[in-house]
T-cell receptor, first 112, second 115 residues
């Protein structure tokens, strides 16, 4: 299975702190993506990192990818209450897979 | 900004009834997907669709499920005889990129409750 597994399952921090979420996957990938889901809403794409990239930034987001360990991390710096959401990693597969496979997600709560 | 729209937002049905969930993908996208999410759990792949045919489907997508693109805009998911365990949020997604090579654009979902 290509399924990503996020860690931790839930994270609660104070506003202004940094939040780090991890994702592990099982098979080779072309790219890994992170999505955000507000409660009861659809998923929104945050960032895509390709297998030949090691780090990528987008605003307050920093994503790393270690293909040797089959893992990725998402760092949100200077967290805000509005960052409260679930965060999912998703992987494709090099074998011509026609889909993204999502992990279990990390539920992030930012306390004001 | 273009978006994926889904209807209905919430449907309640009796076990054994047929349900059709509708989606309007982004107009120039070519690849379409249905995912589902049981409350509080992971987002599960159901089916991908390209060039008017299913390109991949999961074990969940059994004979009770079907998809259709009846015209140039709509993409539907039909559940022929609903079961209690079909209760979930169903998300439609589309992309202009093959497979998982690009960003998926998701709709807001259709919540299905089977009684």
């Amino acid at each position: 299975s290509q399924q990503g597994e996020e860690d931790p399952q839930a994270l609660s921090i104070q506003e202004g702190e940094n939040a780090t979420m991890n994702c592990s996957y099982k098979t080779s990938i072309n790219n890994l993506q992170w999505y955000r889901q507000n409660s009861g809403r659809g998923l929104v794409h945050l960032i895509l990192i390709r297998s030949n990239e090691r780090e990528k930034h987008s605003g307050r987001l920093r994503v790393t990818l270690d293909t040797s360990k089959k893992s990725s991390s998402l760092l949100i710096t200077a967290s805000r209450a509005a960052d409260t959401a679930s965060y999912f990693c998703a992987t494709d597969g090099i074998q011509g897979a026609q889909k993204l496979v999502f992990g279990q997600g990390t539920r992030l709560t930012i306390n004001p | 900004e273009p978006e994926v729209t889904q209807t209905p937002s919430h449907q309640v049905t009796q076990m054994g009834q047929e349900v059709i969930l509708r989606c309007v993908p982004i107009s120039n996208h070519l690849y379409f997907y249905w995912y589902r999410q049981i409350l509080g759990q992971k987002v599960e792949f159901l089916v991908s669709f390209y060039n008017n045919e299913i390109s991949e489907k999961s074990e969940i997508f059994d004979d009770q499920f079907s998809v259709e693109r009846p015209d140039g805009s709509n993409f539907t998911l039909k559940i022929r005889s609903t079961k209690l365990e079909d209760s979930a949020m169903y998300f439609c997604a589309s992309t202009g990129h093959q497979g998982g090579s690009g960003e998926l654009f998701f709709g807001e979902g259709s919540r299905l409750t089977v009684l």
